[in-house]
């Protein structure tokens, strides 16, 4: 168990927090990775426009996570 716990917080990258692990997040690395990740994106682009029909990825940082969020029905219900 031990081993997927440090695998789970120390590695493996979230997509609901754009792809950081928890433990970045919880020591605010969070913001700088994803503005590295931003920076090479955009390099990517400018130098090879034609591979991106849009913008690029979204690298914002997230600013709440929730658990198993609800619906806003339930939380109108209460």
């Given at each position: ?18 792809f ?7 020591r ?9 990740r931003h ?21 914002t ?6 658990l ?11």
């Open positions: 168990m031990l081993n997927f716990v440090n695998w789970y917080n120390n590695e493996h990258r979230h997509s609901a927090i754009k950081v692990t928890p433990a970045q997040r919880h605010n690395q969070d913001t700088q990775v994803l503005a590295k920076a090479v994106y955009q390099q990517a682009k400018a130098k090879h426009p034609e591979r991106w029909a849009k913008e690029t990825r979204d690298w940082p997230v600013s709440s996570v929730t198993n969020p609800s619906s806003s029905e339930d939380n109108q219900r209460g």
